[in-house]
């Protein structure tokens, strides 16, 4: 970070009258901030006496307290300097380049060359789940974090990042796929036209159900804000699984990778969290992955929020892009003869930890992943306590998507 240079505020009393310092409110060294009351006084009325309101004299900058020129009882004269901040704000929180601490904007007037300069601040992380424009500076950002740390270990619980498409759910924008098919829920995102048909994984609400026991949840995908909104919206439509902690394609700082923005989210290490994706590329070797087989409901359709890094086309991107929607699309033929591209995907077994405290850190020794083509594999982390639980979610061959809690 770039050294703040400092600036020197001198502060007085605006009155038109004598004035009486009744109090200081700060010393030598203080470090203020902005609307902080520096003083207080009262203004001289007729016949030389002293009004008996108090009026503050408050600082407009976040600074130090350099110098204070008059002793508490003194009379000032109108437009006498009072006080002198050395102002050193680190711009440590800021929102759309402006400093919320001392309201400065950090937006230079742009430079010869066309280009916008911003003065030099502090603030990098951001950490904010769907506000990317509030960023703190890493100092604020590891106490922050610290708290979150302590919060979790308070309630016995770690963190868990699971991902959307083709991990919790499988979406399509097949313009062939007939509407009102038996768990298959159809939105539209607002300004946009196309059609998206979500399919739930099997048992994914009681899966998110037995493991939001021992952790707090947060979605982290590669699509978009109003995507991720409508499909948390289905699979936890009162937000008492998810609430609002989902990170998008939005707010991530590399579109080909999910690793810098779980850094600005967890500030203070990933040794507290654990992550359920159906891409290992995304996570850059994170220890901490419990790779799932991608969930596949949709013939002809892969993952739709697919990094454009990797070989599959989006069809989501393409429609962004206002693509004819109307293009030739590989179909699947039921025996009832409908267009419809539905296929089955083969089961899966995912087994997630459940660990006791104390023994509340995570670490790539503790992430079993039973796979199974048949049913479900009973695999024990390497290590770990007797009597450590899993939950699990199976992919079973039977057209039956419903939870027995799926109403929850």
């Known amino acids: 970070m770039d050294e703040v240079p400092p600036s020197i505020h001198t502060f007085s009393i605006s009155a038109s009258v004598p004035c009486k310092l ?8 203080d470090r203020v901030q902005k609307g902080r009351t520096l003083c207080t006084y009262v203004q001289q009325v007729d016949g030389g006496r002293w009004e008996e309101r108090e009026q503050n004299v408050r600082s407009s900058v976040v600074g130090i307290v350099a110098e204070l020129f008059q002793k508490e009882g003194a009379v000032v004269q109108p437009g006498t300097t009072v006080a002198k901040i050395e102002e050193n704000c680190e711009h440590s929180v800021v929102v759309y380049d402006l400093c919320a601490l001392c309201g400065k904007n950090l937006r230079k007037p742009p430079n010869t060359h066309g280009g916008t300069d911003r003065h030099p601040h502090s603030a990098t992380v951001s950490m904010i789940h769907g506000i990317p424009e509030l960023r703190i500076s890493r100092k604020e950002a590891e106490v922050l974090g610290n708290k979150d740390k302590q919060r979790l270990l308070q309630s016995q619980k770690l963190a868990l990042v699971v991902d959307l498409d083709q991990t919790l759910i499988h979406t399509s924008m097949d313009p062939n796929i007939e509407s009102g098919l038996p768990d298959v829920h159809m939105f539209t ?22 493991v939001s026991q021992y952790y707090e949840l947060h979605v982290f995908t590669m699509g978009t804000k109003s995507y991720a909104k409508c499909v948390t919206e ?15 394609r939005d707010e991530c700082f590399d579109p080909t990778s999910k690793v810098l923005q779980l850094k600005s989210v967890f500030p203070c290490g990933d040794s507290m969290v654990a992550i359920i994706d159906d891409r290992e590329d995304v996570w850059g070797g994170c220890p901490n992955l419990v790779h799932v087989k991608p969930y596949v409901f949709f013939a002809g359709t892969a993952d739709i929020n697919a990094p454009p890094t990797t070989q599959s086309t989006s069809r989501h991107e393409e429609e962004m892009r206002h693509l004819d929607p109307h293009r030739p699309l590989k179909r699947r033929f039921l025996s009832s003869g409908a267009a419809i591209a539905v296929k089955r995907e083969h089961p899966v077994a995912v087994s997630v930890p459940i660990p006791h405290p104390p023994h509340m850190a995570i670490s790539s020794r503790s992430f079993p992943v039973a796979r199974s083509l048949g049913g479900t ?11 450590g639980k899993h939950v699990s979610f199976n992919d079973n061959n039977n057209n039956n998507n419903n939870d027995e809690d799926e109403g929850d």
Not at 234 to 243: E, S
Request: charged share 20%.
């Open 377 to 387: 594999s009973e695999a024990k982390p390497e290590g770990a306590a007797s009597g």
């Open 22 to 29: 009744v109090r200081w409110y700060v010393q030598l060294g």
């Open 234 to 248: 289905i699979i936890d439509p009162g937000k008492r699984l998810f609430c609002d902690r989902i990170i998008s």
């Open 189 to 210: 995102l607002p300004g946009y036209s196309a059609h998206y048909h979500c399919r739930l994984r099997p048992h994914v609400h009681s899966f998110l159900k037995q």
